[in-house]
T-cell receptor, first 110, second 116 residues
Framework: AQSVTQPDIHITVSEGASLELRCNYS??????LFWYVQSPGQGLQLLLK??????LVQGIKGFEAEFKRSQSSFNLRKPSVHWSDAAEYFC????????FGAGTILRVKS | EAQVTQNPRYLITVTGKKLTVTCSQN?????MSWYRQDPGLGLRQIYY???????DKGDVPEGYKVSRKEKRNFPLILESPSPNQTSLYFC???????????????FGSGTRLTVV
């Protein structure tokens, strides 16, 4: 069975600082990987996805993520965080079905 | 505008009173799914549908029903709601691929249900 672990429940960063949100997955083969963002009171919005090819994928809002097979990881990064990035972020893996992690809440301090 | 529309956004009901949460998408997507979101648990799939008249259980189907009579609609039915079904519910849709892979959902704005 596939699973997703997001080790950090909360992360606080200063505006303008870099960001990395961690995601580890468990699946027997190469999965399809996603990051979603949920702003307060909103549904989830797809940030980026990895299916194959280049292991560094670019998404919307200046986010990128890197697939590392050896570490079973798909960490989300952004070089400079804006206050509007404060939200909850979900990593998801699609093996035989789509499974979400428990989420990481990002707080941005000015 | 391409979107998934859920109604209602907020609902407070009493134990045992049947309710339906509607979901409609205008993107001609084959896949539709219902999730519930609870603190610390992320999103858990309730039911999904791969196409019209094709539905299947997700991870937490107990106490829920769905139907897919038309491609655009996928209502979630709680025949006898209980307080443990108090949650935030999301409907989502995605196009189908030849490999059956989910290319990324479009989510509705959510329905916050409270059962007292």
């Amino acid at each position: 069975a596939q699973s997703v672990t997001q080790p950090d429940i909360h992360i606080t960063v200063s505006e303008g600082a870099s960001l990395e949100l961690r995601c580890n997955y468990s699946y027997g083969a190469t999965p399809y990987l996603f990051w979603y963002v949920q702003s307060p009171g909103q549904g989830l919005q797809l940030l980026l996805k990895y299916f194959s090819g280049d292991t560094l994928v670019q998404g919307i809002k200046g986010f990128e993520a890197e697939f590392k097979r050896s570490q079973s990881s798909f960490n989300l990064r952004k070089p400079s965080v804006h206050w509007s990035d404060a939200a909850e972020y979900f990593c998801a893996v699609h093996g035989n079905k789509l499974v979400f992690g428990a989420g990481t809440i990002l707080r941005v301090k000015s | 505008e391409a979107q998934v529309t859920q109604n209602p956004r907020y609902l407070i009901t009493v134990t045992g009173k049947k309710l339906t949460v509607t979901c409609s998408q205008n993107m001609n997507h084959e896949y539709m799914s219902w999730y519930r979101q609870d603190p610390g648990l992320g999103l858990r799939q309730i039911y999904y549908s791969m196409n019209v008249e094709v539905t299947d259980k997700g991870d937490v189907p107990e106490g829920y029903k769905v139907s897919r009579k038309e491609k655009r609609n996928f209502p979630l039915i709680l025949e006898s709601p209980s307080p443990n079904q108090t949650s935030l519910y999301f409907c989502a849709s995605s196009p189908k691929t030849g490999h059956g892979v989910n290319y990324g959902y479009t989510f509705g704005s959510g329905t916050r249900l409270t059962v007292v």
